[in-house]
C-alpha cells in the first residue's frame, strides 16, 4: 500500500528555519511529482512548491520564493522542504503530495495529486 508521510514540524520563533520531511513508501519515487501545500486557519489550502521527477524545482507561493527550498533524495524517497527565515504568516499545516509525472511537470493544481500524506503543523510565533 503506498504512503505520503509528513515529519518534522514545530513551533519556532520568527527567523528560525525548519526542514520538513516528505517519505513515500510503495511507489515509484522516480517516476513522481512531489508537492508542498499548506493551509493556515480559516483560509484555503495553498500550493508552496514542488520539485519534478527529476529534480527541478517549481515555487508556487511567491511570499516564500528566496527562503524556501524543496529538494529530493532518491535512495531514500524522500522529499525535503527546508524553510529558512520563516514568518508568522507561514503557519500553517503542511502538506506533501505525489502525482506520477515525468520532465519538467509540476502542477499546481491540487487536484491533480492522487497521494496525500496527513499533514505536519508548523507554528511560527512572533
Known amino acids: 500500500q503506498s504512503q505520503v508521510v509528513e515529519s518534522g514540524g514545530g513551533s519556532v520563533q520568527a527567523g528560525d528555519s525548519l526542514r520538513l520531511s516528505c517519505v513515500t513508501s510503495?511507489?515509484?519515487?522516480?517516476?513522481?511529482?512531489i508537492a508542498w501545500y499548506r493551509q493556515a486557519p480559516g483560509k484555503e489550502r495553498e500550493g508552496v512548491i514542488c520539485i519534478t521527477s527529476r529534480g527541478e524545482s517549481k515555487v508556487f507561493a511567491d511570499s516564500v520564493r528566496g527562503r524556501f527550498t524543496i529538494s529530493r533524495d532518491q535512495a531514500k524517497n524522500t522529499v525535503y522542504l527546508e524553510m529558512n527565515n520563516l514568518k508568522p504568516e507561514d503557519t500553517a499545516v503542511y502538506y506533501c503530495?505525489?502525482?506520477?509525472?515525468?520532465?519538467?511537470?509540476?502542477?499546481?493544481?491540487?487536484?491533480?495529486?492522487?497521494?496525500w500524506g496527513q499533514g505536519t503543523q508548523v507554528i511560527v510565533s512572533s
Open positions: 510503495g511507489i515509484p519515487f522516480g517516476l513522481y511529482v
Open positions: 503530495a505525489a502525482t506520477q509525472g515525468l520532465g519538467s511537470w509540476c502542477p499546481a493544481g491540487a487536484q491533480l495529486y492522487e497521494k
